[in-house]
């Protein structure tokens, strides 16, 4: 894992989860409107269920990834509100970038500052090749958000039986369109 992973917005601190953020992590796993869109089967209705996405999912690919999702903190109140990051996708041979915030954070434009952090950070700091997004086709916010930190349109797939539109782009693509 890269122990130097935090990266700082105007708002956020994106840092590495802990098993201390199980409460915080149940609170936004387990909301409906959160996990509308995402596919999941089961939502996070406990902090032993948090504890094991901690342990078994993000320490994990920080470990075997160097990269995993990261912890949202709202500079504000120093409260996790959700999560944003990479994750590496097996099946794609690439990195995803995903988020995830509780509801009463949407529309202000956090999903899109700490994406484009990441993305930033995924190109320029791990060097990644490639960065992937993904949202499902009525998820029109998420969709913006991928379209708005510089993926593109890449066709779509049928994912856990919902349309999902598959949104790429390449380190070099990015960097001459976004790069200082």
Known sequence: MNNDLEVST????LRP????????VQRFSSDPLVTKYTGDKLTTQCITEAQTIIRDVWLKGYKTDGYARLAAVD???GEVIGFCGLKYLP????????????PAYWGKGLAT?????????????LKLEQIMGMAVRENIGSIKVLQKIGLKPA???IDLGLKVDLFKVSREQYLTEWGD
Do not use: N, P, V, W
Request: glycine residues 6%; proline residues 0%; hydrophobic residues 40%.
């Open 10 to 13: 105007s708002r956020l601190i």
């Open 17 to 24: 989860f802990t098993i201390d953020d199980a409460c915080a």
């Open 75 to 77: 500079k504000a109140s």
């Open 91 to 102: 099946e794609y041979q690439m990195a995803d970038i995903g988020y995830r915030f509780l």
């Open 113 to 125: 500052e700490s994406a484009s952090a990441m993305m930033e950070y995924g190109f320029k700091q």
């Open 155 to 157: 066709g779509s797939i």
